[in-house]
């Protein structure tokens, strides 16, 4: 074995004891917001009886009336300037700065200061959760009351109807054309409920999830000396390696164990493992 090889595999082992023993101090807020958070959408349904809307790659938050909480429960350092004016209820949005920013927009909340960063972002509110009525109440309490905030930070993601499968594609397809990475549906009728539900569906030109960084498995070949894969779990405890799609970059410095990442994949194996799973991002709320 060369000497290179062997610092690189040293390195490795070095870097993974490192990630192992990592941990995270993090302020929590007192609750962590009960969520209503999308089903995947499925050809069939009536289109007709849900509002659309571009699905925004931002940071999911909850404005609690005085502070803005992650979908993990830390609360966010936003300075006073960027949610004074904003309404003392409850608002569900995205921390946003543009299509294909998340990075710069995760790289902005995470801060543990307040800092000028923030004048880039808008919390785009698509939800009222404390509102008892359907959503298409919710949409005309959205849009009056986000017309008389004395605020510019902040905005209401645009609902439209549609009247067919094929005006929901084009809709789509306009949305990718733009660079945008998919539409949520809300169902008209529906009352704000927490949980998973097919009262809200996402539609996107390929499945994606959420895992947890569990473990790492060594390069070979032209990785030698770095990370392979990263070992994850899903949330219902799947667990499998997930390596392509992950830069020279990522693969010298991969994402820190414990941490959430996104990947993509083209359905289900018969056990329920994701098949050809690519890595997207790491989706870190953590503050640095």
Not at 13 to 35: C, N, Q, R, Y
Not at 49 to 72: C, F, M, N, P, T
Not at 145 to 153: C, R, T
Not at 156 to 171: A, C, G, N
Request: proline share 5%.
């Amino acid at each position: 074995m060369g000497c290179d090889r062997l610092f690189g595999y040293i390195g490795l082992a070095l870097l993974l004891m490192f990630l192992g023993g990592v941990s995270w101090s993090i302020a929590e807020a007192k609750d962590k917001p009960s969520l209503m958070l999308a089903e995947v959408y499925r050809q069939g349904i009536d289109v007709s009886q849900y509002w659309v809307s571009e699905k925004l790659d931002g940071i999911r938050a909850r404005w609690d009336g005085q502070h803005l909480i992650s979908r993990g429960g830390h609360v966010f350092t936003a300075p006073a300037w960027f949610t004074e004016g904003f309404p003392a209820v409850p608002l569900d949005g995205e921390l946003w700065l543009g299509r294909g920013r998340y990075e710069e927009t995760s790289s902005i909340v995470r801060k543990h200061q307040p800092h000028e960063g923030w004048r880039s972002l808008r919390l785009m509110v698509f939800d009222l959760p404390d509102h008892g009525g359907p959503f298409d109440q919710r949409v005309v309490v959205m849009r009056r009351m986000i017309k008389q905030a004395d605020s510019s930070y902040l905005a209401m993601i645009e609902q439209q109807m549609v009247t067919s499968e094929d005006d929901l594609q084009r809709r789509l397809a306009d949305v990718l054309d733009r660079g945008g990475e998919g539409l949520i549906l809300h169902r008209k009728a529906a009352r704000y409920a927490r949980g998973r539900t097919h009262d809200v569906l996402k539609l996107k030109p390929f499945l994606d999830a959420e895992a947890t960084v569990i473990g790492y498995r060594p390069g070979k070949g032209k990785f030698a000396g770095q990370v392979g894969s990263l070992k994850v779990r899903t949330d219902q405890g799947v667990v499998f390696y997930v390596g392509s799609g992950l830069t020279n970059e990522q693969r010298s410095n991969p994402p820190p164990l414990h941490s959430r990442i996104t990947f993509r994949y083209q359905g289900l194996t018969k056990y329920g493992v994701p098949r050809f799973p690519v890595f997207l991002r790491i989706r870190n709320e953590h503050p640095e």
